[in-house]
């Protein structure tokens, strides 16, 4: 089982709609969770994090934790096609630790 | 600006040359890393350092050197050890004072080709 899993895609939504990426962690002890956005051969670049069970909310985007299923969730809302890209989830496993483990990405195609 | 820089963009070598790759910050981050990405494939850790003068292995750290003289700068060298050293190479960087939360800010990247 990989230590942070996600669909690698790629996954379609058209424009305006929700685009919903999922991923999951194996460390029931993992502390904080990031998204990451890298378009095609660029850098990530830090979407947000979070790290409390919840929702966060920054602007379209809203992160998703619960600890109990072990699952981070992104939403972003009203996607555009500037939004295309490959979307990475990292995960810090130990409080004190700075060290983050990705997943491999999904790639995120916003149709017009 | 404050940022982290990368040089060179793109790199091209032999085989069995090595090669240092450039990785400066001014954000005052205490703690720098290495990450290789080879296509469709996540970012796996090289190195990483927490502090000047101190560096620890990260998951493939065989066939790569690192040195952390400076809080503002760590060069990584690709040696001939590597077997496959072609990749995209990413340096970040992360403030480790609130020991909760390390979100790491990445530099441009160096695309390096070895023939």
């Known amino acids: 089982q990989k230590e942070v899993e996600q669909n690698s895609g790629p996954l379609s939504v058209p424009e305006g709609a929700i685009a919903s990426l999922n991923c999951t962690y194996s460390?029931?002890?993992?502390?904080?969770f990031f998204w990451y956005r890298q378009y095609s051969g660029k850098s990530p670049e830090l979407i947000m994090f979070?790290?409390?069970?919840g929702d966060k909310e920054d602007g379209r985007f809203t992160a998703q934790l619960n600890k109990a299923s072990q699952y981070v969730s992104l939403l972003i809302r009203d996607s555009q096609p500037s939004d295309s890209a490959t979307y990475l989830c990292?995960?810090?496993?130990?409080?004190?630790?700075?060290?983050?483990?990705f997943g491999t990405g999904t790639r995120l195609t916003i149709i017009p | 600006d404050g940022g982290i820089t990368q040089s060179p963009k793109y790199l091209f070598r032999k085989e069995g040359q090595n090669v240092t790759l450039s990785c400066e910050q001014n954000l005052n981050h205490d703690a720098m890393y290495w990450y290789r990405q080879d296509p469709g494939q996540g970012l796996r850790l090289i190195y990483y350092?927490?502090?000047?003068?101190?560096?620890q292995k990260g998951d493939i750290a065989e066939g790569y050197s690192v040195s952390r003289e400076k809080k503002e700068s760590f060069p990584l060298t690709v040696t001939s050890a590597q077997k496959n050293p072609t990749a995209f190479y990413l340096c970040a960087s992360s403030s480790i004072l609130d020991r909760a939360i390390h979100e790491q800010y990445f530099g441009p990247g160096t695309r390096l080709t070895v023939t």
């Open positions: 460390d029931r002890g993992s502390q904080s």
């Open positions: 979070i790290y409390s069970n």
């Open positions: 350092s927490q502090i000047v003068n101190d560096f």
């Open positions: 990292a995960v810090n496993k130990h409080f004190g630790n700075e060290k983050l483990t």
